[in-house]
């Protein structure tokens, strides 16, 4: 199907300060994200008469030129009806300014990189009448619970500032391998991006890093194994991975800081996925006032503490 006129939308005020990327991404639906960004590359698509890079934040009365697309249903997979209702049911918190979802591991945030959807293309699904949906912050892919999506320009930069003050809390649930040396365990550890072996990116305890702090607290003993609470003080990338895995705690079943061997018995006992979950959040906006959630651990997670609480 091809969109046969050019069109031009003018900027709403809620939506300053998106990216042009996401903007069209939203807007185009059904078109693939490597035609939107070659679009940009060539100009076709213009800002106030001018060409934009992807990264280019739009402002309130911007007039963007849109040339005609052609939607390519084949490239394009949308989100099941069967993903979109059990996300329905994993809204924890919803308002006129923002939501709170209890991501399933497995799904990223959002789509990219040969990943067709995530969280944020289905709730844009779900929420069609939402003029914004954007991420206050993100979720590895393998990683359960508590994320936020702000449905206001202005809520999601008061996130922002939250998050870069150290204001909004979030405490996750792991199980590492090993036992703590002590009940609390601090990491202050710089970690600095680097290409791991099959070319990933991981990130490494380096000297020259970004200053990073997680608090490990031990709230459970098994054979072998230690549930704890991780409270990341910063919000580097991967920090609660790389710095359980600096201090020879590796997280159970993390496919790029973990340990395999160790893992084997956990395999064996059923466990398909990291056991990492963000169980709460907690942040007090000018705009929200205080808010606090709390998402429950997964019935698998909490049925391999159950089998490891009982093996002694």
Known sequence: MTLSQVRKETVPAELAGQRIDNYLLRILKGVPRTRIYRLLRRGEVRVNSGRVKPTHRLQAGDEIRIPPVRRI????????DRVLADLETRILHEDKRLLVIDKPAGLAVHGGSGIAYGVIESLRQLRPDCQLLDLAHRLDRGTSGCLVIAKRRSTLRELHEAFR??????????????HLEAVRRRVDAPLRAQTGKGGERIMVVHPEGQPARTDFIQKESYRGWSLVQAVPRTGRMHQIRAHAAHIDHPIAMDERYGDRNRDQALRN????????????IRFDLDSTGPINIWAPLPAALQTLTEQLNHAG
């Open 73 to 80: 249903e084949s490239e394009s997979v949308s989100p099941s």
């Open 165 to 178: 003050k150290g204001t909004v809390e979030k405490r996750y649930l792991a199980l590492v391998a090993g």
């Open 269 to 280: 006992l059923g466990l398909k996925r990291l056991f990492l979950h963000a169980e709460s």
